[in-house]
């Protein structure tokens, strides 16, 4: 496994097999993306978020062919149950990328609040952890088995108003990065699977650079840009990615 930071390139994917996929967070606009690249690249796409009206209107936004569930992440029982219903209709997930988050900030270190570290928390840590828990074994077990979570620049950076933020983001990579290990422990013949964080500054839509006409988002990756990265995962080998942070050019 490779601690620094590489820059991801977005592949064809081109002859790959058709996987089963699953988009957790499917519901913002980065999820929207993905889903949608995902679905034109060939594979089967499959959405969760938290209300159904909202991943119902994503999927729909995604394209047709798109299935959206419901679920809270934060609920491992739950995960459970989505896995299962997932596994009767499906069978088994081959990729699971993780776009469930959320940001939180303060002016310093004295004013972190317990209640945004706790939406932190939950949104970028448990959810992850009950994500990486019920599929591992699948992922383990497919042919091209990816776990993929989207990070931010700024855990190589962390600033006293970003505490919270950077230390769940942090988290939430370290959690990744030991995934890529367990990956990493098989036969002789090496793993098919990969656990790999994706880095990027911030992220950016349409919408919203409609909304802000008179910012220039420097720096920030457009989702659509993000969403070719993740179908790019699948078109390189499970060694080359395994534990890799993949900067994303902008």
Sequence with gaps: MNDG???????????????????????GASGIAVAGALLRAGHRVFTAGSDWARIEAAAA????????????????????????????????????????????????????????????????????????????????ASESGRFVMVSSTAVASPTAATASYVAAKAAAETWTMAMAEGFSRTGASGTHAAAVVLVVKALVDADLRRKHPERTFAGATDVEDLAAAVVGLFSRPAAELNGRRLLLAT
């Design 5 to 27: 930071e590489d820059t991801g390139s977005a592949g064809a994917s081109d002859g790959a097999a058709v996987l089963n996929v699953l988009v957790t967070g499917g519901s």
């Design 61 to 140: 936004k995604a394209g047709d062919g798109v299935t959206p569930l419901v679920c809270d992440l934060a609920d491992l029982a739950a995960v459970h149950v989505l896995r299962e219903t997932l596994a009767g209709t499906a069978g088994r997930m081959d990729a699971v990328i993780h776009l469930v988050g959320g940001w939180r900030g303060a002016q310093g270190i004295a004013d972190q609040s317990d209640a945004d570290w706790d939406f932190l928390e939950r949104g970028a840590i448990t959810t992850l952890r009950n994500a990486s828990r019920v599929f591992y074994d699948d992922l383990a």
